[in-house]
């Protein structure tokens, strides 16, 4: 930095930094006019540095005072050169008063030795201060690099300042006193020291410019005396200490100055010098035996620097060493962050398998070789329930699990993948899938993880044949996995060609859903529920029909397993829901509370699982106005069975008074027991126990066996006081023979199909007439 931008940067007193000056320029202006004009005394030559170290001593105090209480670091370094300035300045001073008492001695007197002593202990104190001096913390390696850099630098330079100016003042012919060379030589020294700390200190609370002006303080008088030395003998001791010497106040004064800069703002990063400057070191200790070589005598002063230079040159060979070893550990640490982020981004985080992206590029190389492969695609089957009711710390142990029944399983066959949240792969390269898929089968069968669960799994096989692409392949395993879930789940399938077709289509069906959502293509048809003995309507069930804008009505066999695999069940069923409430609210308002007892409709376990389905049916009935009594929500046993959410939910919904009727009854294993553990008030029996119940092939057995399932549950139901409806009744015969077990309400299309809300209205219209007029 310029010294006018740091004296125009700085807070410091400007007097002090413009006195010091003047004080330099007077100096060269009375050596002028002595050495041309021979105007005064030569005494007076050895009274302006002590004048300029009389104006540095409050500069450096002003600093000091004002880092008081701040960083204790800078506080100290900078007590330690006013000490130094306080030092040198006595000593001068001293020096000058000598001179001027003896002025008629100026040219035979030296300067005594307690001045020589404090202008020494004054340079040993700035040095003391600059190795004091914190440098970049390191540790290890980089500290003894750190070490052997300022060594080098040290050397280097010192080798250069002692063949260019000290050795030439020992040897010179009128050489200077001995006190003067030392005095010089500690200037040097501090020169030297301080260059070879300014390029390692760190952003600490020591400022770079600052050291470096005192650094030049030191080293630029020094130098330059030394060359006034040997150039021009005793009379150059005129300009040095009127010219050269001043330098070192005012030089002292702007450090000051850009210790202040540097503290009311943001420092400028670090030059890198420490890493080129052992090397220019390194140039400067040659120098001296490049003049040997081109002629220039071999006396001891030089000798002196050949040593040092073969010293510097074995640290620097040491420093290239530990940097090698640096280097060394450095590359060995990248390669094994390397390595971990490799596997890192090629493996699945939680189960350490590989994943998707390492499967397909194997998959891929596998395709590029050899051109075959197989590919085994495994989901487990129903694995958010154990998400749901155990929690997902039980889960992922549980794919853990998975994943190392796959090592073992595969062993060095193939490559075992996690590709999805519960779904794995495995590519193979000559081993048979089949047998494979039948082993995995088999281990599954058996509980695994800590906490001892059985889990099954569908599993797609896929061969690729010479030309079959990565995503045809995997494709086709999907494929193969999707017909596996349904025909049953827990099985595998071998894909073969046009299997995927039919699959497609029904994965394009979900699509097709959410555009029916959103353009309401759905609509709401109600299927009465009719007293036996009269036919009276006393209830609807409500059914969910589809209009497909060019299929027509699609069937709800076909789009509700869609819907329930998509998760679109949960709004479709919402749909349906509000809009039974209203419809049945209205009919309530048009036809009385006697038209109608009761509107029900059919919901799935997905429902049940979603925690704000029971707020939902709360807010239509409050939106509906129908009474809870009114509302029936049909559920099958295998929803009641899926776990502690759905159980909650349902005793929510029968303590706000909402009837729930256990639909399909009597077609799964734990019919009976429900009853007891579900609160259920209606009882739904099948139509596969309805169908054939009115055969009467004149073999009493026979027929006792047909009606044995429908007698046992009218039995039961009225022990537990529970209604019962039979469903899928299609003839007058059944009617006769329900009627004869005790049945007194039915549903099914002999009695009525189902039909829009104003085909209702008409029955309950006619209804209500018939009524009238009886």
Not at 551 to 556: A, C, I, K, Y
Request: glycine share 8%; proline share 5%.
């Amino acid at each position: 930095m310029l010294p006018s931008t740091v004296l125009r940067n700085s807070t410091v007193d400007r007097r002090y930094v413009l006195a010091t000056v003047v004080i330099a320029v007077l100096g060269a202006l009375w050596c002028v006019a002595f050495l041309r004009f021979g105007v005064g005394v030569e005494a007076v030559a050895y009274a302006f540095v002590p004048l300029g170290g009389l104006l540095t001593i409050p500069s450096v105090r002003q600093l000091t005072r004002r880092d008081a209480g701040r960083d204790p670091v800078a506080v100290r370094f900078w007590r330690t050169i006013r000490l130094a300035v306080v030092l040198i300045t006595i000593g001068y001073g001293w020096f000058a008063v000598d001179m001027l008492a003896h002025a008629d001695q100026v040219r035979t007197r030296t300067m005594t030795p307690p001045a020589a002593a404090a202008v020494a202990l004054g340079f040993l104190v700035a040095i003391w201060g600059l190795a004091r001096v914190p440098v970049v913390a390191a540790g290890g390696a980089e500290r003894w690099r750190v070490a052997l850099d300022r060594t080098i630098a040290f050397l280097g330079c010192a080798a250069v300042l002692w063949y260019l100016g000290l050795a030439p003042m020992l040897s010179a012919a009128e050489p200077w006193s001995p006190q003067a060379m030392l005095l010089v030589g500690l200037g040097l020294l501090v020169a030297v020291g301080a260059a070879a700390k300014v390029s390692y200190l760190g952003d600490g609370p020591v400022d770079r410019v600052a050291m470096r002006l005192l650094a030049a303080a030191g080293g630029v008088p020094a130098a330059a005396s030394a060359v006034l030395a040997v150039q021009f003998g005793l009379i150059g001791s005129i300009p040095a200490q009127t010219v050269v010497m001043p330098l070192c106040p005012v030089l002292t004064t702007l450090g000051v100055a850009a210790q202040i800069r540097a503290d009311r703002g943001p420092r400028r990063s670090p030059a890198r010098t420490g890493m080129v400057l052992p090397y220019l070191a390194m140039l400067l200790a040659d120098v001296p035996l490049i003049a040997v070589a081109v002629g220039a005598p071999l006396r001891w002063p030089v000798r002196v620097v050949l040593v040092t230079a073969v010293v510097v040159t074995a640290l620097v060979m040491v420093r290239q060493f530990l940097t090698y070893r640096e280097n060394d550990r450095l590359l060995r640490t990248a390669r094994r962050q390397e390595e971990r982020l490799q596997y890192e981004v090629s493996h699945d985080g939680l189960t350490g398998l590989a994943n998707r992206a390492l499967f397909r590029d194997r998959l891929a190389a596998a395709l590029s070789t050899t051109g075959l492969a197989a590919v085994l695609l495994i989901d487990l089957d129903d694995f958010k329930t154990v998400n749901d009711l155990l929690g997902h710390g039980v889960g992922d142990q549980l794919l853990v699990s998975v994943a190392r029944l796959l090592r073992a399983e595969v062993g060095d066959d193939g490559l075992p993948a996690r590709v999805g949240g519960d779904e794995f792969a495995v590519v193979l390269a000559g081993a048979d899938p089949e047998v494979l898929a039948r082993r995995l089968l088999a281990a599954l069968a058996q509980p695994i993880s800590e906490h001892r669960l059985l889990v099954q799994a569908s599993v797609g096989i896929a061969i690729a044949t010479p030309g079959t692409t990565v995503d045809a392949v995997l494709r086709n395993a999907d494929v193969a996995m999707y017909m596996a879930k349904q025909q049953g789940k827990a099985d595998f399938v071998r894909y073969v060609d046009g299997m995927g077709e039919p699959v497609l289509a029904h994965m394009q069906l979900g699509g097709e859903l959410r555009r029916a959502l959103d353009n309401n293509e759905f609509r709401v048809v109600y299927q009465p529920i009719v007293r036996l003995d009269g036919r009276r309507v006393i209830g609807v069930e409500a059914l969910v029909r589809w209009d497909h804008p060019t299929r027509g009505v699609v069937s709800p066999a076909e789009f509700i397993p869609a819907a329930e695999r998509t998760g679109l069940i949960v709004p479709l069923g919402r749909f349906v829901l509000r809009e039974t409430c209203r419809q049945a609210a209205a009919w309530l308002a048009e036809f009385g509370p006697d038209a109608l007892k009761e509107a029900g409709l059919n919901v799935s376990a997905r429902q049940l699982h979603d925690p704000d389905f029971v707020t939902e049916v709360a807010a239509a009935l409050a939106d509906s106005g129908l009474p809870c009594e009114r509302l029936i929500l049909e559920v099958t046993e295998s929803a009641v069975l899926r776990g502690q959410q759905v159980s909650r939910a349902l005793y929510d919904l029968d303590r706000m008074g909402i009837r729930l009727a256990l639909d399909d009854f009597g077609t799964g294993e734990s019919s009976l027991s429900l009853l007891r553990a579900f609160p259920a008030a209606i009882v739904k029996l099948d139509k596969s126990f309805v169908d054939g119940i009115e055969i009467d092939d004149g073999h009493p057995a026979a027929i006792d066996a047909r009606q044995a399932v429908a007698r046992a549950v009218i039995q039961l139901a009225h022990a537990l006081g529970l209604d019962t409806i039979a469903e899928g009744i299609e003839s007058p015969e059944q009617v006769t023979a329900l009627r004869e077990l005790g049945y007194t309400l039915g549903q099914g299309y002999h009695l009525a199909e189902p039909m829009t809300a104003e085909g209702v209205s008409r029955l309950l219209a006619g209804q209500q007439a018939a009524a009238g007029v009886s």
